[in-house]
């Protein structure tokens, strides 16, 4: 089994996604992605990832519940739920292809656009909704919809510490509902499953190196590395 080469590509994508989600609250699946597309279609590689967002939610959102801010949290909480259930139908439904070709050059742009402009926006409270909904109907289809929530939620709250964690809670909500999505969909297989439960022990690493380095690398420094990174996988997600 260890000596399949997949096994070492999705431990690879694991690893980095992961370390990444727990430094900054979000990215692992835009990070593993690249990864896991070399072996799996997309809504596999959701399927995949689906049992890990459960375990990282339920440790770090219970780990940084004091930091979460309650208000901004509950006015997104319903348009977000809404959307990641619109979310999950449409990965059913829409050829993978095209949504991996999409995700690209989403990621592409947004990384190019954060390393350009760094102001934080004042949204509107119906529009902060709306984007809200379609931050979940993102992350339904990609399992990460970070690139919107995290500009929504900037601009409500300033702190980082209560910004990362506000994040954690807010993807919570689709962590704990993609899990039985992808089992009743049939994406989650006996098969990826398994190999899921092989990697586990890299995921965990993952958070615990993840949870060091937060204390000790800067947040700035770390960004940059991370839309780098991003930038190179939207280029490879589009050439696939």
């Not at 902060?128 to 601009?155: D, Q, R, T, Y």
Request: proline share 4%; with cysteine; aromatic share 18%.
């Amino acid at each position: 089994m260890f000596s399949h080469p997949e096994i070492w590509i999705l431990a690879a994508g694991i690893f980095l996604g992961y370390f990444a989600q727990t430094i900054v609250g979000f990215a692992a699946a835009l990070i593993s992605f690249p990864f896991l597309l070399r072996v799996y279609t997309l809504p596999e590689a959701t399927a995949f990832l689906a049992f890990y967002y459960v375990i990282f939610s339920a440790v770090l959102v219970y780990k940084n519940r004091k930091d979460v801010d309650i208000k901004v949290f509950k006015d997104l909480a319903l348009p977000a739920f809404l959307g990641y259930i619109i979310g999950f139908v449409i990965l059913t439904t829409v050829n993978p292809v095209w949504l991996e070709r999409g995700l690209g050059i989403f990621v592409i742009c947004y990384s190019a656009y954060e390393f350009k402009f760094k102001k934080v926006f004042n949204i509107p409270k119906i529009l902060f909704n709306v984007f809200g909904f379609f931050g979940g109907i993102f992350g339904g289809i990609f399992s990460s919809g970070g690139s919107f929530f995290v500009p929504l939620i900037a601009s409500r709250i300033k702190n980082a510490i209560n910004i990362r964690a506000t994040l954690l809670a807010v993807f919570a909500i689709a962590n704990f509902s993609r899990f039985p999505f992808v089992i009743v969909s049939g994406d989650l297989t006996k098969a990826i499953f398994t190999k899921s439960l092989i990697i586990l022990p890299v995921f965990l690493l993952a958070i615990i190196c993840g949870q060091k380095a937060y204390n000790y690398i800067s947040e700035k420094v770390l960004k940059n590395l991370i839309l780098v990174f991003l930038f190179i996988s939207g280029v490879f997600l589009v050439l696939k």
